[in-house]
C-alpha cells in the first residue's frame, strides 16, 4: 500500500498504521483544498473536521508579551518553600523517627539478631569491602554537596 503521493515518507512496518495514516493524509489534503466531502466516509469527515478545527485561530489568544508577563511572575515568586510546609515536612520526618526507634525498641529483639547473623563479622575481608565501599559513597556525596555550593 505504498501509494505515499506528495511527501517521501517511508513505508511503515505495520499496514494498518499505515492505512491510517494514509487517510488522515488523504482528509487533511481534501480539507485544504475543499473538495466535496460528500464521496468520504466517517472516518474521513471526522479527520477533516479536526483538520478544519486546527486550522482556526483559537478563539481567545494569549496576549503578545505573555512570555514577559509569566517571566516577570515568576521571577517576583518567592524562591524558596512556604514555611508551613517546612514545618510540617520536619514535624513528618520526626514522627517517622521516633515511630522507627519505638518499633526497635519494641519489636527489636526478635529481629535484630537475624540481621546480626547475616552481617560478616569484624575480622571477615568483607567487613573491610563494605567500609571502603561506604567510605567511597560517603565522599563521593561530600564532593557532590561541596560542587553544589561552589555553583551556588
Known sequence: MNQHI???????DDSAC???????????????????PA???ARSRRYRLLAR??????PNGLPADFAQQVAARVAASPKAAPRIEVVLMIALVAALVIAAAGVTVI?????????????PAPQAPASRWLLALAGCLGVSWLLGQWQ???RD
Do not use: K
Not at 6 to 12: E, H, K, Q, T
Not at 18 to 36: G, K, P, Y
Not at 107 to 119: H, K, N, R, T, V
Open 6 to 12: 506528495d511527501d517521501d515518507i517511508p513505508p511503515f
Open 18 to 36: 499505515e492505512r491510517e495514516w494514509l487517510a488522515q493524509e488523504s482528509a487533511m489534503r481534501r480539507e485544504r483544498l475543499h473538495l466535496d
Open 39 to 41: 464521496g468520504d466516509d
Open 53 to 58: 478545527a486546527l486550522r482556526e485561530p483559537m
Open 107 to 119: 519489636y527489636g529483639s526478635a529481629w535484630l539478631p537475624s540481621f546480626s547473623a547475616i552481617l
Open 148 to 150: 553544589q555550593r561552589v
